[in-house]
């Protein structure tokens, strides 16, 4: 999910394969995160979440793993379907007071049929 | 329907005029936010509610204002756009309390071109 000037990384993926998204962060003390998915013409998302006390995290399909040392989020996509083609994007929360976010600029997910 | 429906979708104006971007939800949340959306960058906070009495600026709230007018309904206006305001434009909506996360619901987005 790092951002390259205006163009946003791609990543192509074989329809049945497994994607893995990555993200770095940007500040040691957040202590949430979460990872969105923005389809052509709609907002944003909301996939799977994490809190720093873990490292891992799976729900339906996908999996977030979380590495503090480097400040890095991944976010895994098992048996990647067309309908997963998307930007992909994480937010860590910087207050957790005012649940304000930093957002990282995507990366452009597409499924090879 | 959508929870968090902004209007219009789509918009082109002119350089000077006034324009508001308006946003309502059904999901009921005290918390409301206004987003801007570029190429290259990601999701920049203009301006959050907590609270219909709550305004607060976010990191780029130059050249913006919003209004709370109720519960369900934040409206963001800008006072003479200029065309570095051309962008996609986000409304959202959080409660924790109410939820599993802390995430936000977003609403479909504005296109805003100034020319």
């Known amino acids: 999910g790092e951002s390259v000037g205006l163009h946003l990384p791609t990543l192509s993926v074989q329809e049945g394969d497994n994607s893995i998204i990555n993200c770095a962060y940007s500040?040691?003390?957040?202590?949430?995160f979460i990872w969105y998915k923005q389809e052509s013409g709609k907002g944003p998302q909301f996939i799977i979440d994490i809190r720093s006390n873990m490292d891992k995290r799976q729900g339906q399909r996908v999996t977030v793993l979380l590495n503090k040392t480097v400040k890095h989020l991944s976010l895994q996509i098992a048996a990647t379907q067309p309908g997963d083609s998307a930007v992909y994007f994480c937010a860590e929360n910087l207050d957790s007071g005012t649940y304000k976010y930093i957002f990282g600029t995507g990366t452009r997910l597409k499924v090879l049929a | 329907d959508a929870d968090v429906t902004q209007t219009p979708r789509n918009r082109i104006t002119k350089t000077g005029k006034r324009i508001m971007l308006e946003c309502s939800q059904t999901k009921g949340h005290d918390r409301m936010y206004w987003y801007r959306q570029d190429p290259g960058l990601g999701l920049r906070l203009i301006y959050y509610?907590?609270?219909?009495?709550?305004?607060n600026k976010g990191e780029i709230s130059d050249g913006y204002s919003v209004s709370r007018q109720a519960q369900a309904k934040f409206s963001l206006s800008l006072e003479s756009a200029i065309p570095n305001q051309t962008a996609l434009y986000f409304c959202a909506t959080s409660d924790p309390a109410r939820g599993s996360n802390y995430g936000y619901t977003f609403g479909s987005g504005t296109r805003l071109t100034v020319v």
């Open positions: 509610s907590f609270d219909v009495k709550d305004i």
């Open positions: 500040n040691s003390a957040s202590d949430y």
